[in-house]
């Protein structure tokens, strides 16, 4: 055996190699299971495009969910990207987090089947808008407690931090209002949910010009992240 030391200072906490590859993958699958539910029924052939037509509920509710998860998966992917490491509580939020993503298809199909119908569209609509706000909500908790337990990477510049954060809050107080409103205008709620969702998406275009993506992560060797010294 020999006795070489490791090269820079020990690394307290858990590398996110697996959780990341873990999450992509359930991001994946849920984007994949919205679609599955949305079908022409085989007996309508005789009036398929009005049949087609009649389905813009579940267009709607799609581009909503499909939205929604993007921009979760967008800002999971940045928050991943500033990490250094994680801990065992941090990657127990993540868990819940995807338990909401996962779970999106369910209240999805529920807001499709029955918007149109007075009483139930305002319940179905309801339920949509909290299982929408719920993984805006972990999103954000999942950063505030990376950059309070110090997971975050050490040259990461303090505007990085606050613009991401920044980026992360108003959307929260904007799902509670469009929740209430569904249930009066349940369509309006929706329309307005979708607006939240390219919300995220779109500003996430600014970090690149503080070089977000320029920066990247030494090669994982064995499932831990290892820097090579310079010559």
Do not use: K
Request: hydrophobic share 45%; aromatic share 12%; no cysteine.
């Amino acid at each position: 055996m020999t006795n070489e030391q490791p090269h820079g200072p020990l690394r307290r906490g858990i590398s996110t190699g697996r959780m990341e590859a873990l999450s992509d993958g359930v991001y994946a699958i849920a984007l994949t299971l919205l679609v599955l539910d949305i079908a022409v029924p085989a007996h309508e052939y005789r009036h398929l495009l009005q049949t087609v037509l009649d389905l813009w509920p579940s267009y709607l509710a799609y581009v909503v969910s499909f939205s929604t998860i993007g921009a979760s998966w967008l800002g999971h992917s940045v928050i991943t990207e500033y990490l250094d490491r994680a801990t065992p509580t941090f990657i127990r939020l993540n868990l819940l987090l995807l338990l909401f993503v996962a779970f999106l298809p369910l209240p999805t199909r529920l807001f499709a089947d029955y918007i149109g119908r007075t009483a139930p569209e305002r319940v179905a609509a309801t339920i949509y808008g909290v299982f929408l706000l719920l993984p805006s909500v972990l999103l954000w908790v999942l950063w505030r407690y990376a950059v309070r337990h110090s997971l975050v990477r050490a040259d990461l510049a303090d505007e990085e931090v606050q613009f991401l954060t920044q980026r992360l809050t108003p959307g929260l107080g904007g799902y509670v209002v469009l929740i209430v409103a569904g249930l009066f205008v349940p369509v309006i709620a929706v329309i307005g949910y979708l607006g939240i969702s390219l919300y995220y998406v779109f500003p996430f275009r600014r970090l690149g010009r503080i070089h977000l993506f320029r920066r990247r992560r030494p090669p994982r060797r064995g499932g831990r992240d290892q820097h090579e010294e310079g010559s």
